[in-house]
């Protein structure tokens, strides 16, 4: 097996404040991974570190290949930068042309064929803040897609979208995988994480890393997120608890 991504004791602190780890985990080149836990665990902390964006504050991320794409939320974003659509997604070129070379045909082609597979080459010129949630989404994984990454990062990239926009970017995540890339996304949604080859379970430590059958079992659940978990039929479901159960 070939990895995309070796961690070895990954530990990340803010300040005095703990947000992963420790963590070792082997990501196989060309698997799709869902990392999955409550508010708070350390996802989006986690794929910053793959992404190279954080260094961990010990332990190591080894990534193999060119530098991962990663897509952040769409919240971590400033939503008052004055860029157009197509400035959001020709960044992606930036780090392959270095000081002084301008874009060429190349990268010319490669940002408006992402547009395209992401349906918003018709708001190309708009600016980004002039965007629905799901549309200014869909430019950023285009923008994603277009730094063509072996590896490919998304935080939470189908949370709280629109019916058109969640299946597009499911068709896109499914087709980058197809094609061999390895594909990591954080999600809050067990369907979701169900659908990759490969589901991480965290709770800011490590809780199982494997096939979705053997991760989502009953102890692991409720290590991770703390015993709300009820049993219907044979279905776990996340308890709510501020739910009044009627007594
Ligand atoms: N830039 C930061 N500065 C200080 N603390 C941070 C920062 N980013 C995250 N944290 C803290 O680190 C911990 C992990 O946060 P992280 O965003 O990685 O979790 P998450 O699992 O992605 O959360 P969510 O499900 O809410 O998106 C949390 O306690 C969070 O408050």
Redesign the pocket.
Known sequence: MSAAAVLTDVHVD??S?H??GPLSLEVEAGSSVAII??????????LKVIAGVIDPTSGSCETFGATPAIVLQSTDVDPSLPLTVRDVVAMARYPRLGLFRRPGADDRTTVEAAMDRLEISDLAGRQIHQLSGGQRQRAFVAQGLAQDSPTLLLD?PLTGLDVRSRSIITSVIDDEHAKGRTVIT?T?NFEDAGRCEQVLL?A?RFVAFGPPDEVFTEDNLRTAFGGRFVRVGDALILDDPHHDHGH
Do not use: C, F, Q, R
Request: aromatic share 4%.
């Open positions: 803010y300040g404040i947000a992963v836990g409550p508010n708070g665990s350390g996802k989006s902390t986690l939470e954080t809050h965290l800011t």
